[in-house]
């Protein structure tokens, strides 16, 4: 596309998290760093929530006061770049920005959180996972959603990428509406991909046990995100050597007993 809206996220000494209308989007490292991915999927026509999170918390772990042995600090911006230039922030334009920061020796309690909205000033359709219906209990929905991600684990552990391609046949369908490219071709991108790890054996995918599943409600309960204790992407590979690893984040729809990759 010509003009590609952008999340920048960057944190200094500290994990940070950023969300788009309650979906969480992106997050940085527990050192810190910067991460850039386009975000089409995620927003709306209209009114549109921006939340960044500084050291954010694993799911399941309440609020609690922390030292900081070092200065933090934490920014989200929402970038549109001008037609034909890359994402710079010299050369694009700051739809919505958002900073946290905490001095070194100041006490603050885990997460800081900042929220703003944002109108943009372009279209987006209306996303399916708009009409889904809040999950009530996520609790009584674990094991279903267990099973569900250990089946994708254990075919991508195989090199098969198709159980996952019909799971996120609706995530499919809504990238290529977002980013205006032909399903078919988001999914042979997909698909090949995982052949070429399982080929060259960085494939080695992490085959958690129901138990190690955590799930966080986003998306206004509409949305499961599929986590490990830790709050990392439970779909995910051991670490290389080099200490690298791929993952895929997991934001689960249940409807009438299915689970469905919506993002």
């Known amino acids: 596309m010509e003009r590609l809206l952008l999340l920048r996220l960057r944190s200094v000494g500290c994990a940070a998290e950023a969300?788009?209308?309650?979906?969480?989007v992106v997050r940085t490292p527990a050192s810190g760093g910067q991460v850039?991915?386009?975000?089409?999927e995620y927003l709306l026509s209209g009114t549109n929530q921006l939340t960044l999170?500084?050291?954010?918390?694993?799911?399941?772990?309440?609020?609690?006061?922390r030292l900081a042995a070092q200065g933090l600090a934490a920014q989200a911006r929402l970038l549109l770049p001008r037609i034909g230039q890359p994402g710079s922030e010299l050369s694009a334009r700051t739809l919505a920005e958002l900073e946290l920061g905490v001095l070194e020796g100041e006490i603050y309690t885990a997460p800081l959180a900042a929220q703003r909205s944002t109108e943009l000033p372009i279209s987006f359709p209306r996303w399916r996972w708009l009409d889904l219906p809040p999950v009530a209990d996520a609790a009584a929905v674990q094991p279903l959603v267990a099973a569900f991600v250990q089946g994708l684990a254990?075919?991508?552990?195989?090199?098969?990428?198709?159980?996952?391609?019909?799971?996120?046949?609706?995530?499919?369908?809504?990238?290529?509406?977002?980013y205006q490219k032909p399903v078919a071709k988001l999914a042979a991108r997909w698909r090949a991909r995982i052949q070429m790890l399982y080929a060259t054996k960085a494939l080695r995918m992490v085959l958690p046990a129901p138990t190690e599943?955590?799930?966080r409600p986003c998306a206004g309960g509409r949305l499961l995100e599929c986590v490990d204790a830790a709050g990392q992407p439970i779909l995910r590979t051991e670490a290389a050597p080099d200490g690298s690893s791929h993952a895929w984040p997991l934001r689960v729809g249940v409807v009438?007993?299915?689970?469905?990759?919506?993002?």
């Not at 969300?19 to 969480?24: A, F, K, L, V």
């Not at 850039?36 to 089409?40: A, F, G, I, L, M």
């Not at 254990?154 to 977002?178: C, H, I």
């Open 19 to 24: 969300r788009i209308n309650d979906i969480p």
């Open 36 to 40: 850039n991915v386009p975000v089409h």
């Open 53 to 65: 999170l500084l050291d954010p918390r694993a799911p399941g772990l309440p609020a609690a006061p």
């Open 154 to 178: 254990v075919s991508l552990a195989k090199g098969d990428p198709e159980p996952f391609v019909q799971a996120a046949r609706l995530r499919f369908e809504e990238l290529a509406v977002a």
């Open 213 to 215: 599943l955590q799930l």
């Open 256 to 263: 009438e007993g299915h689970c469905h990759v919506m993002r």
